[in-house]
């Protein structure tokens, strides 16, 4: 959690809720950070925010979640990474009575996505570059999840995403 000094006790109300660090702002301190947390929550406009991440995102599997929650405690952001955390943790802010604001698509048409998917079921994403053209068939339609069991050879095309499990079910 990343705010300024005058914002310290929203801060600190947030951090306790949601388990985080709090970090006061000082010049550089998002990039210095960027890389080191999987969320960042920022008790910040959004503007500062994105001025502050857009020269260090990279992209989606690499990037942090960011989600930005206003002083007043008004409104919690999904800004970067709805898919890899900010859509849940937004989620938990809004328990403190906070508006959430997700704009993920496959979340507003309340979809499943890849990612998703693939955390529910505990499995790694493969081919991570098929999940644009997979969420985008899961806002459409219903799209089957096979599950096949080996040996075999798989062969997919770019709009089929592969979740692999981490071991074999005993």
Not at 35 to 48: P, R, S, W
Request: hydrophobic share 45%; net charge negative; with cysteine.
């Amino acid at each position: 959690m990343i705010t300024f000094e005058r914002n310290l006790d929203v801060a600190n109300k947030l951090a306790d809720h949601i388990d985080a660090d709090v970090i006061i702002y000082k010049k550089g301190i998002f990039e210095e950070i960027f890389k080191d947390y999987q969320a960042l929550v920022a008790v910040f406009a959004t503007g500062i925010v994105v001025r502050e991440i857009a020269p260090l995102v990279v992209d989606k599997w690499e990037d942090p979640a960011v989600v930005v929650v206003d002083s007043n405690l008004n409104f919690a952001i999904s800004l970067l990474g709805g898919h890899h955390g900010a859509n849940e943790l937004v989620r938990k802010i809004s328990e403190m009575g906070v508006v959430p604001v997700i704009t993920t698509a496959t979340e507003v048409h309340n979809r499943n996505s890849v990612e998703g998917i693939a955390a529910k079921l505990g499995y790694d994403i493969v081919n991570k570059e098929s999940t644009r053209d997979v969420n985008c068939a899961l806002l459409d339609q219903d799209v089957e999840v096979l599950e096949i069991k080996g040996p075999k050879i798989v062969i997919v095309e770019n709009d089929v995403s592969v979740l692999k499990k981490e071991k074999a079910d005993q």
